[in-house]
């Protein structure tokens, strides 16, 4: 994956996350809605960034 594509994957996890997915059921409509988009893989990869940004977001605010 190129830097660019991980970079835009990034921003939209960081999107989604700030439009309020974050609770269990929310993720899992996104992730119904972006697999019905783009396919199950794609969605799941944005869950997975989702993931990881919000592990990040955690470390930001608490050290």
Do not use: P
Request: proline share 0%.
């Amino acid at each position: 994956m190129s830097d660019q594509s991980q970079f835009m994957r990034e921003c939209e996890a960081r999107t989604w996350l700030r439009k309020g997915y974050i609770s269990l059921e929310k993720v899992a409509e996104l992730e119904k809605l972006l697999a019905a988009k783009r396919g199950k893989n794609a969605a799941q990869a944005v869950i997975e960034e989702m993931r990881r940004q919000w592990v990040r977001r955690s470390e930001w605010l608490h050290g």
